[in-house]
Nanobody
Framework: QVQLVESGGGLVQPGGSLRLSCATS????????MGWYRQAPGKERELVAH???????HYRDSVKDRFAISRDNTENTVYLQMNSLKPEDTAVYYC?????????WGKGTLVTVSS
């Protein structure tokens, strides 16, 4: 079955960096678009970055020039490099995809940006 497992979250000071990973299995990863999403306490889940199966990318305005999404089709893994982190980036980060007509998510990884 489709499985998505995020890792790499943690506590970081403002201005710091983290690299999130999402290991996938159960589907032909190279043929599917992937996204990183986040959900802060009391807020709705929002799309942070998206990478197509052709590796074209899209970012929400608030993370442009700070975050970079990438994929490794040999490892079936999608990454999110996050630089210049701000307190407002604090959230649970999820990777997701659409397969068989429905969305799939991992369980998420918590990113806390605080001094």
């Amino acid at each position: 079955q489709v499985q998505l497992v995020e890792s790499g979250g943690g506590l970081v000071q403002p201005g710091g960096s983290l690299r999130l990973s999402c290991a996938t299995s159960g589907f032909a990863f190279r043929n599917y678009n992937m996204g990183w999403y986040r959900q802060a306490p009391g807020k709705e889940r929002e799309l942070v970055a998206h990478i197509s199966y052709t590796s074209s990318t899209h970012y929400r305005d608030s993370v442009k020039d700070r975050f970079a999404i990438s994929r490794d089709n040999t490892e079936n893994t999608v990454y999110l490099q996050m630089n210049s982190l701000k307190p407002e980036d604090t959230a649970v980060y999820y990777c997701g995809t659409q397969w068989g007509g429905r969305p799939y998510w991992g369980k998420g990884t918590l990113v806390t940006v605080s001094s």
